[in-house]
């Protein structure tokens, strides 16, 4: 697969916000898989860790905005203390998250919610969850 000029603007543009927003160099990443291993959400998650890691190594906006993973991310941080380079994986997590809810895109629509759903739910998970998932 070859990149065109186009595609590769945009992957070193979306590479530059992704590490203005963690502050992390996703190009450390050896793929060690260390990060899955530890990673209680993996199961939920239609790709691992380290492989979001390499799809962002890569600039690969499409596939990485069609993936769970980020969404599905604990931010418990088991991944970032036994990483071998020191990576903060969820903070790039957290600034995948934050490039999608930039576009104004919601993961989950409040409005959409049952209000007997929201009548059971305590508030502050709401308010939790709401900050996480919608702009």
Same mark, same amino acid.
Request: hydrophobic share 40%; glycine share 4%.
């Given at each position: 697969?070859?990149?065109?000029?186009? $595609?590769?603007?945009?992957?070193?543009?979306?590479? !530059?916000? &992704?590490? !203005? &927003?963690?502050?992390?160099?996703?190009?450390?990443?050896?793929?060690? =898989? %260390?990060?899955?291993?530890?990673?209680?959400? =993996?199961?939920?998650? $239609?790709?691992?860790?380290?492989? #979001?890691?390499?799809?962002?190594?890569?600039? &690969?906006?499409?596939?990485?905005?069609?993936?769970? %993973?980020?969404?599905?991310? =604990?931010?418990?941080?088991?991944?970032?203390?036994?990483?071998?380079?020191? #990576?903060? #994986?969820?903070?790039?997590? *957290? =600034?995948? @998250?934050?490039?999608?809810?930039?576009?104004?895109?919601?993961?989950?629509?409040?409005?959409?919610?049952?209000?007997?759903?929201? *009548? !059971? &739910?305590?508030?502050?998970?709401?308010?939790?969850?709401? @900050?996480?998932?919608?702009?």
């Amino acid at each position: 697969m070859t990149l065109t000029i186009t $595609d590769q603007a945009i992957a070193l543009k979306f590479f !530059e916000k &992704l590490k !203005e &927003l963690s502050g992390e160099n996703v190009k450390l990443c050896m793929q060690c =898989a %260390t990060c899955t291993g530890m990673c209680p959400m =993996a199961a939920e998650m $239609d790709h691992s860790p380290r492989k #979001i890691m390499h799809l962002a190594q890569f600039g &690969l906006v499409d596939m990485l905005s069609a993936s769970n %993973t980020f969404w599905k991310c =604990a931010s418990c941080h088991a991944c970032t203390v036994k990483c071998p380079r020191g #990576i903060d #994986i969820a903070k790039v997590m *957290e =600034a995948l @998250r934050q490039q999608v809810l930039r576009k104004s895109k919601n993961y989950i629509e409040p409005s959409a919610l049952p209000a007997e759903r929201i *009548e !059971e &739910l305590p508030q502050i998970a709401l308010v939790a969850g709401f @900050r996480k998932l919608t702009s």
